[in-house]
């Protein structure tokens, strides 16, 4: 079993910048793919951003598209996300997510995180 452990959320006012990291426990056998999905309250979880197993390619939500970079270290079984430009609309909790795929592809995660928050005010 993997486990996820997602840090650096917090409270920014919008415009500022946040780095989330997630570190898994072990590393992944096999090709996985990782990423960040959110949940505003009361909204249905999103995804944001995934990236593959060789960090060859990333997937982006339209939502953060040229604000959002994500990254990972493989080394350091960590995967990161750098949130820029914030907005009052990217307050959720985020959560970091595996699963196994060739590509940055991430419809079937098998692993989360338990999130971290978000929170960017006016």
């Known amino acids: 079993q993997v486990q996820l452990v997602e840090s650096g959320g917090g409270l920014v006012q919008a415009g500022a910048s946040l780095r989330l990291s997630c570190v898994a426990s072990?590393?992944?056998?096999?090709?996985?793919?990782m990423g960040w999905f959110r949940q505003a309250p009361g909204k249905e979880r999103e995804f944001v951003a995934s990236?593959?197993?060789?960090?060859?390619?990333?997937e982006y939500a339209d939502s953060v598209k040229g604000r959002f970079t994500i990254s990972r270290d493989n080394a350091k079984n960590t995967v990161y996300l750098l949130m820029n430009s914030l907005k009052p609309e990217d307050t959720a909790v985020y959560y970091c997510?595996?699963?196994?795929?060739?590509?940055?592809?991430?419809?079937?995660?098998?692993?989360w995180g338990q999130g971290t928050q978000v929170t960017v005010s006016s």
């Open positions: 997510a595996a699963g196994p795929s060739l590509t940055a592809g991430l419809t079937s995660p098998n692993y």
């Open positions: 072990r590393r992944f056998f096999g090709k996985y793919a």
């Open positions: 990236i593959s197993w060789s960090a060859g390619s990333t």
